[in-house]
Each structure stands twice: as C-alpha cells, then as structure tokens.
C-alpha cells in the first residue's frame, strides 16, 4: 500500500491549500483517514479524521478553518485549508485504515507534504 500526498507549498497568510492522498494497492477496504501534522521542534499532532461513512472530526485549531472530505472510488482524501496562518506551517502526513485482499486492517502513513505560510 502507498499512501501519497499532494498540493503542498508556499502560501501567504489568509491564503488556502487543497491536499490531497491518494492511496494505491490491493486495497479491499479503507476506513477512517485523517491527516495530522508536524511543525519543526514539535511533535506530530492531529488535524482531522473523516470514516467511511463521511463523518469528520477536527482539532480545535484548524475547526472552522480547515475540511476534510473523501472520495471513496477514488480512495483518495483531501484537506481544504482556508484562512492560514503562519502557524499552520508544518509537514502534512496523510493516514489510513487500509485492509488488503486476504489481510488483517493495518495502519498506514504517507511521506508528507510540506505547507509553509509565510508573507
């Protein structure tokens, strides 16, 4: 299974981002996706999670801001990031519930994409 992320970059306060995942494999299932974050120094945190079924959930400091939203046919996940702030800057990893053909239900990473907000 490959979990990759996409549409990070370099962006001015206020502006927005859409990241996507997009996971890859011999893929039966996948149940919830999230997104957390990494900013230098600190610990990985969590951004926000979305089932299968389309509930979300997010992280007090991106709630209103930030939304999470999934395309089950095309196993991929998405982040629309509204209104950043310089804060916001850090590593975005992509997370999955991923179950293959014939295996177990397995926790998977992406390598992360890089979002800077900066004037």
């Known amino acids: 299974v490959q979990l990759v992320e996409s549409g990070g970059g370099l962006v001015q306060p206020g502006g927005s981002l859409r990241l996507s995942c997009a996971a890859s494999?011999?893929?039966?299932?996948?149940?919830?996706m999230a997104w957390y974050r990494q900013a230098p120094g600190k610990q990985r945190e969590w951004v926000a999670t979305?089932?299968?079924?389309?509930?979300?959930a997010y992280s007090t400091s991106v709630r209103g801001r930030f939304t999470i939203s999934r395309d089950n046919a095309k196993n991929t996940v998405y982040l629309q990031m509204n209104s950043l702030k310089p804060e916001d800057t850090a590593v975005y990893y992509c997370?999955?519930?991923?179950?293959?053909?014939?295996?177990?239900?397995?926790?998977?990473w992406g390598r992360g994409t890089q979002v800077t907000v900066s004037s």
């Open positions: 997370n999955a519930d991923i179950r293959l053909l014939a295996e177990p239900t397995y926790n998977y």
């Open positions: 494999g011999n893929i039966f299932g996948i149940y919830d």
């Open positions: 979305i089932t299968s079924r389309g509930g979300a």
